[in-house]
């Protein structure tokens, strides 16, 4: 009865590869989100999509590329890992925006080498 | 640009005693504030949810409030147990649903 779930949980690859996250959520919500969490535990928006459409993209390098195939799905995609990548991806969701309740799921660690 | 403040980063204090847990906000035009806790290695659970035009919210043991006009919240944590060592983050919802977050403040509750 998991309600956001990410995979893989850890990601562990060299530097110009590229790599996906995934994401689901089953709480039947319509607005998803993706976070950094950085290594000194600074959590910081990337990307938001309600209903499959992309509503925030903060500054992000070209290389990210989110893509919600459907509202209970928002993956990530990372082309050219770099270094500074590595740190924990958080995916979360709610049921709208503004003053609706975001509920994050378990984060995947990314290291770089 | 929103910003959000946890001072201090780290607080210990022995079990049974009641704390509070500061968060400051620099633009009052939010829609909602949520305190969430983190595990080591873990995601974020969402403790309480605060909307902009509610004072405070509470569950079992934690108390929140917030104070819009001063840019204000703080989590009371009442008869703490070493259970509740964790680290809190407060964050605030602004246009477009974002989330601005403070940096945490690690609690370690010593039995």
């Known amino acids: ?113 | 640009k929103q910003e959000v403040t946890q001072i201090p980063a780290a607080l210990s204090v022995p079990e049974g005693e009641n704390l509070v847990l500061n968060c400051s906000f620099t633009d009052s035009a939010i829609y909602n504030l949520q305190w969430f806790r983190q595990d080591p290695g873990k995601g974020l659970t969402s403790l309480l949810l605060i909307q902009s035009s509610q004072r405070e919210q509470t569950s079992g043991r934690l108390n929140a409030s917030l104070d819009k006009s001063s840019g204000r919240s703080t989590l009371y944590i009442a008869a703490s147990q070493p259970g509740d060592s964790a680290t809190y983050l407060c964050a605030v919802s602004g246009a477009n649903s974002k989330l601005t977050f403070g940096k945490g403040i690690t609690l370690s509750v010593r039995p």
């Not at chain 1, 459409?53 to 509202?71: A, G, M, Y």
């Not at chain 1, 309740?101 to 378990?106: A, C, D, I, K």
């Open chain 1, 1 to 113: 009865d998991t309600a956001v779930s990410q995979t893989p949980k850890y990601l562990v690859t060299q530097m110009g590869n590229d790599k996906s996250i995934k994401c689901e959520q089953n709480l039947g919500h319509d607005t998803m989100y993706w976070y950094k969490q950085d290594s000194k535990k600074f959590l910081k928006i990337m990307f938001s999509y309600n209903n499959k459409e992309l509503i925030i993209n903060e500054t992000v390098p070209n290389r990210f590329s989110p893509k919600s195939p459907d509202k209970a799905h928002l993956n990530l995609h990372i082309n050219s890992l770099e270094l500074g990548d590595s740190a924990v991806y958080f995916c979360a969701s709610s049921h709208g925006g503004g003053v609706a309740e975001q509920f994050f799921g378990p984060g995947t660690r990314l290291t770089v080498l």
